[in-house]
């Protein structure tokens, strides 16, 4: 969705800039909006563009909600006519360039594997994870956006299962002294920020920064900050689960029935996907948003702490989920030095 609406906006900016069309109270100075201009030309309205991308895209996902997308696009539309700053060709016409762009998302959509359907089976042997339904394995062969492969980044192999360096981390584990408050970062990132509640996490500091940078007065650096902060966390999904349903890693609970986790999940252990998430999440925001670039670094950090805290990974886990994310994060802002926003 967010990579619609940002080459949308693009596109709009392209028109824009080609018309020149002057805003309504431009034209005729006794005309009084009820908002300030934007500092761009009229046509096409901007609202518009992203809500006719966003809505094509979501109505493409949400099919049975696309009558409420529909209104939610219109509506967005006709509040700047009412606000007295574009005219109702603008609307128009914004709302048909974002769909347009829309259209070839969803097509790249359409073949990007993501309704494919697993037909592995979990293997067995020593080391290996023992659970029983894993949570999508077939993410492992999904399109990726700006990585090579889901393999570009794969992580080295992780330490046998019998090896000194695997005793060392359980007792690491068995060792580590809970208290009340890594037990509480533990059930947050679990319970509060954990699997999809990730990205709403992750997608709430990007709101909340587009507003401290003032990214709101500039609708294109806004699009393209979160195309870039969604793109960065697809592909690290993408490629953490490509090392995670390589290797089937035997979580330390399974391994050593010593260790007592505050909670389980069902996926193989390595590489931790909070530290190949919330660390591509941290370095792509710290890149669009420097100044918060410790505070960032800080929310992955503890994220990632906490898997081990609560029992679920091993350091290994951490540290190799921790270098996948970065390295994806550092190969999208390479592409993104060179998109000609500077």
């Known amino acids: 969705m967010h990579a619609a609406i940002y080459d949308a906006m693009i596109a709009a900016w392209d028109s824009k800039y080609t018309y020149n069309r002057k805003r ?57 006519v009412l606000a007295g700053v574009q005219y109702p060709s603008d609307v128009s016409a914004g709302l048909e360039l974002g769909r347009k762009v829309a259209a070839l998302v969803i097509e790249r959509g359409k073949t990007d594997g993501s309704d494919a359907k697993w037909t592995g089976t979990v293997p067995t042997g020593s080391g290996k994870w023992t659970g029983t339904n894993p949570i999508l394995p077939q993410l492992a062969q999904w399109k990726t956006w700006v990585l090579a492969s889901p393999s570009e980044f794969r992580a080295p192999p992780p330490p046998a299962y019998d090896s000194p360096e695997k005793a060392a981390e359980l007792a690491e584990i068995k060792n580590f002294p809970r208290t009340p408050k890594t037990n509480s970062a533990a059930y947050f990132w679990e319970y509060a920020v954990g699997g999809l ?60 029935p010593e260790v007592k986790p505050l909670f389980v999940v069902n996926h193989p252990s390595y590489p931790a996907a909070h530290g190949c998430h919330s660390n591509a999440e941290a370095v792509i925001l710290a890149y669009l948003f420097p100044r918060d670039a410790a505070a960032l670094a800080a929310l992955a950090e503890e994220a990632r702490e906490s898997r081990l805290w609560a029992g679920i990974h091993y350091r290994s886990d951490n540290d190799a989920g921790a270098a996948l994310g970065r390295a994806v994060a550092e190969k999208v802002i390479a592409r993104a030095r060179q998109d000609g926003s500077q």
């Open 197 to 256: 509640r990730s990205h709403q996490y992750w997608a709430a500091q990007i709101g909340r920064l587009v507003f401290e940078y003032r990214l709101d007065q500039d609708p294109p650096l806004a699009a393209r900050a979160y195309a870039l902060q969604t793109i960065t966390g697809i592909d690290a999904g993408i490629a953490c689960w490509d090392s995670k349903y390589t290797y089937w890693a035997i979580r330390p609970y399974q391994l050593d």
């Open 24 to 80: 309504p109270s431009e034209v005729d100075a006794g005309f009084v909006t009820a908002v300030p201009n934007p500092q761009s030309p009229s046509y096409p309205e901007e609202h518009a563009v992203a809500a006719g991308a966003a809505t094509a895209v979501l109505s493409y996902l949400f099919p049975e909600r696309a009558a409420y997308f529909a209104e939610k696009a219109e509506e967005a539309g006709r509040s700047r």
